[in-house]
């Protein structure tokens, strides 16, 4: 298993991440979407300028935003968790280079995130995946998330199912 540090995002990891958002999102939606869609929306989403926004977003708002590093200096993931409505709070991104999937490291990221969740005393989150990425739904159930309903998900957090499947997960403290 590879040896990893979680530590904070800090602009200098920008290039990286972007790097990871797009090879990540080929590996996970090649079957979903195509190639251009991928390239547009992780140019729109993860350039310097839209990570700058999200990361001074996150702080304003008492969030959680993180890499995960090798022992060598190499990023290989990133974790966003921030606050959505009221006092619920999502972890909005979590993406790994898909060279180090299912080796445990994303599980890592989640429970940092998680300990970071019960420091801020925050009770439950919410993630929302795309119908199509088994891979993930079945990552967070097997991390005890459980799906919200159709209509609870349209209704309270206003996301069609049809787009993404939302998912909620009770912290035990």
């Known amino acids: ?22 090879r990540s999102w080929l590996f996970t939606y090649k079957h979903i979407f195509n190639e251009k869609f991928i390239t547009d929306f992780v140019e729109q989403h ?15 708002n008492g969030g959680w935003s993180t890499v995960v590093e090798t022992d060598d200096n190499k990023i290989i993931g990133f974790c966003f968790i921030g606050p959505f ?13 898909p060279d180090y999937i299912g080796q445990g490291i994303g599980t890592q990221v989640l429970k940092a995130g998680e300990d970071f969740l019960k420091r ?6 919410v993630v929302f995946v795309h119908p199509k990425n088994q891979i993930a739904i079945e990552f967070y159930k097997r991390r005890g ?3 919200i309903s159709p209509n609870q998900q349209e209704e309270i957090y206003g996301i069609p ?10 912290l035990k403290y």
């Not at 990893?4 to 990871?20: E, K, M």
């Open 1 to 22: 298993m590879t040896n990893i540090a979680i530590r904070p995002l800090t602009p200098s990891d920008f290039h990286q991440i972007y790097d990871i958002a797009k």
């Open 46 to 60: 993860y350039s310097p300028d839209a990570l700058q926004k999200h990361l001074e977003w996150v702080q304003r």
């Open 120 to 125: 801020s005393k925050i009770f439950q989150y």
């Open 145 to 147: 998330f459980t799906p």
């Open 161 to 170: 199912p049809a787009e993404e499947k939302g998912f909620i997960k009770e």
């Open 85 to 97: 409505k009221e006092a619920l709070w999502r972890l909005w991104r979590i993406y790994l280079d």
